[in-house]
Nanobody, 114 residues
Framework: VQLQASGGGLVQPGGSLRLSCAAS????????MGWYRQAPGKQREMVAL???????NYVDSVKGRFTISRENGKNTVNLQMTSLKPEDTDVYFC?????????WGQGTLVTVSS
């Protein structure tokens, strides 16, 4: 299973970005997909997760600003990020839980700066 993330970049405070992640390989069912982020020297933090049944969980700091969505037929998860803040600057990692095993994408850098 491979996770291919895209959509990171540089944006000004208050701006928006959209991250996408596509899972490929032999996949029967993805239980959970989502995004984590990590700054240098810090622990990886859950940003948003969505289950196959549509249950969503966000870290408090992004509620009301980020929206996660999933295209089950395409094994794709998206993260629409709005009202971005400098503290959202991190490397964002796509995540998938498949049959009890965790998979990670390569990470995409999001920089929020003027």
């Amino acid at each position: 299973v491979q996770l291919q993330a895209s959509g990171g970049g540089l944006v000004q405070p208050g701006g928006s970005l959209r991250l996408s992640c596509a899972a490929s390989g032999t996949i029967f069912s993805i239980n959970v997909m989502g995004w984590y982020r990590q700054a240098p020297g810090k622990q990886r933090e859950m940003v948003a997760l969505i289950t196959s049944g549509g249950i969503i969980n966000y870290v408090d700091s992004v509620k009301g600003r980020f929206t996660i969505s999933r295209e089950n037929g395409k094994n794709t998860v998206n993260l629409q990020m709005t009202s971005l803040k400098p503290e959202d600057t991190d490397v964002y990692f796509c995540y998938a839980l498949i049959r009890g095993s965790s998979y990670w994408g390569q990470g995409t850098l999001v920089t929020v700066s003027s």
